[in-house]
């Protein structure tokens, strides 16, 4: 438990993360083709890392889950938000935001379904025109898929089985599995591109804590999917809650809710609104911090014990008029 772990992962949760993503997506999967890292976010640097150069534009579909952006600029890159979820309205225009947005310089498409902030499902027919025009591009889709085993409403698909030379998909025991304090996730892509991976999470984190993966290999024997089957209802539950006391619809997928305040607003815009939640023991994320959304807020509706989410959600009602 206390020595060094391989660089690219146990031997053993490689294996068992190979046969789970390949009988989840269809698509045939070896231990070659995965590289467990510290947490999601570890895994998506290592992605970005090995794949942009200085200067180049990375595409992320927004809102989107605010470190991405960070991410592409600690690799020099420029992260260039396309406001999609709640701006248009059908495949062929997120298609057509995503054609505008792209330039000489741009690599990559990053998509986060389901969606961290919004609770949205990107529907099946976005996801294959989306990663159908990124591959006919030449692009590299980076599919940030840490929630997909909490969809309440409509079916997740899975980006590499649309495009599997050119996708990397990130995955989380944090979201999964609620281990967010072991730092333990996973990406697996063309097997071409992972030793360059490798190189990049060798080099910021060498391995994956070795506790970590031996929790993550008993997570995969059964029990953790059956937590999984328990916990996914008690978050739709507790989701649509919320969703229906601040007159919203409910979550599709992941543990969050994003909404507009500009109408409550005062003179000292969002800041003061979060000022005002905070005096009464609320606190919740800016819109900014997840692209263009100057007057958003995000609730995460699994923080905390459902008794405590809902004086908060209660909160947060009384503030907006509801």
């Known amino acids: 438990m206390h020595r060094y772990a391989p660089p690219r992962g146990r031997a053993v949760l490689l294996q068992a993360l190979a046969a789970r993503i390949e009988a989840r997506s269809g698509v045939p999967t070896l ?3 995965v590289l467990v890292a510290a947490g999601a976010t570890g895994a998506l640097g290592a992605v970005l890392g090995a794949i942009v150069e200085p200067g180049d534009d990375v ?3 927004a809102p ?5 952006s960070g991410i592409v600029r600690c690799f020099h890159g420029n992260p260039i938000a396309v406001p999609t979820i709640g701006a248009v309205d059908s ?3 997120a298609v057509e935001a995503c054609e505008r947005a792209c330039t000489r310089r741009t690599v990559a498409l990053y998509l986060s379904t389901p969606n961290n902030p919004t609770g949205r499902v990107l529907p099946p027919a976005w996801v294959e025109a989306l990663v159908g025009w990124a591959a006919e591009r030449g692009l590299w889709i980076v599919a940030d898929e840490v929630y997909e085993d909490y969809v309440y409403e409509g079916r997740h ?4 089985a649309l495009a599997p030379e050119r996708t990397f998909s990130a995955h989380s025991f944090s979201k999964a599995f609620g281990m967010a304090g072991n730092r333990c996730g996973y990406v697996v892509g063309p097997q071409s591109k992972m030793g360059e991976l490798s190189k990049v999470s ?3 984190f060498y391995s994956t804590p070795t506790a970590s993966q031996l929790a993550a290999e008993r997570a995969l024997d059964g029990r953790g999917d059956a937590w999984i089957a328990d916990v996914r209802e008690r978050y739709r539950a507790m989701g649509a809650a919320a969703a229906h006391r601040l007159d ?8 969050f809710l994003f909404l507009d305040v500009a109408a409550h607003l005062d003179e ?8 005002r939640c905070a005096e009464r023991g609320l606190l919740l994320a800016p819109g900014p911090s997840f692209g263009p959304y100057p007057t958003h807020v995000r609730l995460c509706f699994t923080c905390a014990p459902p008794d405590v989410v809902a004086r908060g959600v209660d909160v947060l009602a009384g503030l907006i008029g509801r």
């Open 59 to 61: 595409l992320i579909l």
């Open 268 to 275: 000292r815009g969002l800041p003061g609104f979060l000022e």
């Open 31 to 33: 231990p070659e083709d």
């Open 157 to 160: 698909v899975y980006a590499r």
């Open 248 to 255: 919203l619809a409910p979550p599709e997928g992941s543990t």
């Open 91 to 93: 495949a062929a225009a």
């Open 202 to 204: 060798t080099h910021a």
């Open 64 to 68: 989107y889950w605010p470190l991405i």
